[in-house]
C-alpha cells in the first residue's frame, strides 16, 4: 500500500514540471518589406537634396585681417555677379551660411642671364744672320737680323638680372545649413590672371566651381525621358 501511495506521490510531482499550453511561441520573422523600411539614403544624396535648396546665401566674416576682409567682398560680388543666388545680410533668413579662410602672400622671385664670347690670337717670328772675312790682316764682317710680332683679342659680354612679384592667393571655403552640416566645400589656389589679381581670380574660381556643382545636381535630379514638348495629340476628327 505504501508503495503505490509513494508511486502516485512521485507522478504528481513529474506532472507539474511540464509546461501547460505547449512549448512556448517564437517571434515571426522581419519581412523584407519591414526590413527596407528601415534603410536610410546615402548621405550624400541628402546633402545633393540639400544643396539643391539653397537659394539665399549669408556669407560669414572670413578674419579680421585685412586680406580675409577683401576675400570675402570678392565673394559677395561674384555671388551676386553669377545671378544664381541671393546674398542677405541676414544670417536668419538664409538658406545656407557661407564660411572660409583665405590666405595671401607675395614673394619675389630673381631670374639672372649671363652670356661671354672671347676671341684671341697671337703670332710672331725671328731671323738672324752674321758673317764675317779676314784678308791680309784685312777683315770685315757683315750681319742682317729680322723678326716680328703680332697678337689679337676680341671679347664681348651680355647680362642681365631682373626681379618678379609673385602674388599668390588660396581659400577655402563651405556651405552650412541651418542645421549646421557642411553640405558643400571647395578648396582654390590662383596665382593672378590676366586682366586680375590672385584674390579676385580664386574668389570666382570658387563661385564658379558652385554652379558647376549645382547644374550637375541639377541635371542628375531632372526626370528623364519626358514626352518631347512638340508631340501633339491626334485631333479627335481624324480618321
Not at 585681417?65 to 533668413?93: A, C, G, N, P, Y
Not at 737680323?145 to 671679347?155: I, L, W
Not at 626681379?163 to 571655403?173: G, L
Not at 590676366?194 to 556643382?213: F, I, N, P
Amino acid at each position: 500500500m505504501f508503495a503505490i501511495v509513494l508511486f502516485s506521490w512521485m507522478m504528481v510531482q513529474t506532472g507539474a514540471g511540464i509546461p501547460q499550453g505547449g512549448p512556448p511561441a517564437t517571434a515571426p520573422a522581419a519581412s523584407a518589406t519591414q526590413v527596407a523600411s528601415v534603410s536610410t539614403k546615402p548621405s550624400a544624396d541628402a546633402d545633393a537634396n540639400e544643396l539643391l535648396k539653397v537659394k539665399r546665401i549669408y556669407v560669414d566674416s572670413f578674419g579680421d585681417d585685412v586680406i580675409s576682409k577683401e576675400m570675402q567682398s570678392m565673394i559677395v560680388s561674384s555671388l551676386v555677379e553669377s545671378k544664381r543666388f541671393k546674398v542677405t545680410e541676414s544670417r536668419e533668413r538664409a538658406d545656407a551660411v557661407l564660411k572660409g579662410v583665405a590666405l595671401e602672400k607675395t614673394s619675389q622671385e630673381l631670374h639672372a642671364f649671363g652670356e661671354s664670347t672671347a676671341v684671341g690670337g697671337a703670332s710672331g717670328a725671328s731671323h738672324g744672320e752674321i758673317s764675317g772675312s779676314v784678308v791680309n790682316g784685312n777683315g770685315s764682317i757683315s750681319g742682317s737680323s729680322s723678326g716680328g710680332f703680332a697678337a689679337r683679342h676680341a671679347a664681348t659680354s651680355d647680362s642681365s638680372v631682373n626681379t618678379e612679384t609673385i602674388n599668390e592667393a588660396r581659400v577655402a571655403i563651405r556651405l552650412v545649413n541651418p542645421d549646421g552640416d557642411v553640405i558643400w566645400t571647395s578648396t582654390q589656389e590662383s596665382k593672378g590672371a590676366k586682366y586680375k589679381g590672385a584674390s579676385a581670380d580664386v574668389a570666382e574660381k570658387c563661385v564658379k566651381q558652385l554652379l558647376r556643382d549645382v547644374e550637375k545636381l541639377e541635371h542628375a535630379s531632372s526626370p528623364q525621358g519626358t514626352a518631347s514638348p512638340t508631340a501633339t495629340a491626334p485631333s479627335p476628327n481624324h480618321q
